[in-house]
């Protein structure tokens, strides 16, 4: 068949990508996950296109065109919670046409028969794309289907899911074909802290071991692809000239053999520069050294809040302490950090962000990151807001970047939040002693045009 792997477009930069939604909060755009497995996946099977409409900007009357003049036959699309209502509106122009939709996004992680009720115009929903589930279906083999949710052939539109296994979470390791990154755009994706234009982004794992409720890839399971698997891939992407790496696993590091075996694959390789999330409880001195050695010039880790009940309450599964201890080894290693931190959960008060912002300040970070607490699909997060009255089943639309469909806590109104998280964004950038360490630290051309222009962005988002 001809397949499409499609991410819509929109009137904001929406990140549509494993399981979440968001829109941007500088003006970074990174390669879609799901598509980018998937493209391996159905490539062996079936002749498959790739239209980006976010990282290529195009208007819906043009992609669609763009869609009809590629004639495919079934169309993989990308929906979000955060850029629900477009996406029905494009997704319902696109059935118009006689494309068959398979929709996959965080929106469909729960309620999923309803939403099909909801929505004819998604023929199944698609639920984990690293697997062999989309090709089965496209076979017709029903019954090797892991977890979707189609409509019974039997019973006219009426929904039925077939074997849900969610209860009985992925574990062990998986393995997909090599990853088509060539199908993808050239141009168009832009990552905050890459050191070359040109990168790829890449999964070596699966889901995530830890329960942390306000996230829904810790409700995925957790499986790893073979080293060598990884390996293939990225020599691939070498061929291509592409060394700048962003790995999307959510903890690098969690099997730890592992992790130390890629890292001395990349030293031997000798010229890959990437960027990594890991927690700061997995990251101790061994990782880190082996980590920059490897080529890895940035780590992503969780903070999340300087208040121990608020660690302890989403189940992160470390205090303040190992956050210090994380942090400082990242700094020993030789790597930058990036702290991400979450506002607006529902015990947060004026005075618990305060302490936060300073937190984040006595880390000595180098770049923040702060997202705003949503009820997420299918995690513990959105069951304690709906207990709490914080939102509704019918909140549908939301957006941890801050532009929309946020929840007040219970001292705190969305809007103050907004205000409080654009105040701590000031507060921490604008620090004469910090832009100067920002501009010593540039190693490349290209890094100080990116610098300079996601921090623009990020300004003109907290002003």
């Given at each position: 068949m001809r397949v499409l792997l499609l991410n819509p477009p929109g009137r904001r930069i929406y990140i549509r990508d494993y399981l979440c939604s968001k829109t941007t909060k500088s003006n970074y755009l990174f390669h879609p996950v799901d598509l980018v497995v998937l493209s391996g996946l159905l490539a062996e099977e079936h002749e498959v296109s790739v239209l980006d409409c976010m990282a290529e900007r195009l208007p819906p009357a043009e992609a669609l065109v763009r869609i009809q003049t590629a004639a495919p036959e079934v169309c993989v699309m990308l929906v979000g919670a955060v850029s629900w209502e477009e996406d029905r509106v494009f997704g319902e122009a696109l059935s118009g046409t006689g494309i068959r939709i398979l929709a996959i996004g965080d929106i469909l992680h729960e309620a999923s028969e309803l939403r099909l009720r909801k929505e004819p115009w998604i023929e199944a929903a698609v639920h984990v794309f690293a697997n062999g589930d989309v090709p089965a279906y496209l076979r017709g083999e029903l019954e090797e289907i892991e977890d979707m949710t189609v409509r019974d052939p039997d019973a006219g539109r009426t929904p039925r899911r077939t074997q849900r296994v969610t209860p009985r979470q992925r574990r062990g390791s998986f393995r997909i074909p090599r990853p088509r990154h060539e199908l993808f755009p050239e141009r168009g994706y832009r990552f905050s802290f890459a050191r070359e234009k040109r990168f790829a982004t890449v999964l070596t794992d699966y889901g995530c071991p830890y329960p942390c409720t306000f996230c829904v890839i810790g409700t995925l399971g957790f499986q790893t692809r073979p080293t060598t698997d990884?390996?293939?891939?990225?020599?691939?992407?070498?061929?291509?000239?592409?060394?700048?790496?962003?790995?999307?696993?959510?903890?690098?590091?969690?099997?730890?053999?592992?992790?130390?075996?890629?890292?001395?694959?990349?030293?031997?390789?000798g010229d890959l520069s990437w960027t990594a999330f890991t927690r700061p409880d997995t990251l101790d001195s061994e990782l880190a050294d082996a980590m920059r050695r490897g080529g890895c010039h940035t780590v992503i880790l969780g903070a999340e809040s300087a208040d121990e009940a608020v660690l302890k309450g989403t189940r992160k599964g470390y205090d303040t302490a190992a956050v210090r201890r994380g942090f400082q080894t990242a700094k020993y290693a030789g790597l930058r950090t990036v702290g991400t931190f979450i506002l607006g959960l529902p015990e947060e008060t004026d005075a618990s962000l305060e302490r936060t912002l300073q937190f984040a300040l006595e880390l000595e970070l180098d770049f923040l990151s702060l997202n705003v607490a949503v009820p997420r699909s299918g995690t513990a997060f959105r069951s304690r807001a709906l207990e709490l009255g914080l939102c509704t089943l019918e909140d549908l639309v939301m957006d941890q970047g801050g532009a929309g469909g946020l929840l007040p806590s219970k001292t705190l109104n969305a809007a103050e939040v907004i205000r409080l998280k654009r105040r701590f964004n000031r507060r921490f950038y604008l620090r004469p002693g910090y832009l100067w360490k920002r501009l010593r630290a540039v190693r490349t051309p290209w890094e100080l045009f990116a610098q300079a222009r996601e921090g623009a962005a990020l300004l003109r988002r907290n002003l």
């Open positions: 990884v390996l293939d891939e990225i020599d691939f992407l070498r061929t291509k000239g592409k060394r700048e790496i962003f790995f999307v696993d959510q903890t690098f590091g969690v099997k730890r053999k592992r992790a130390l075996e890629l890292c001395r694959a990349f030293e031997e390789r």
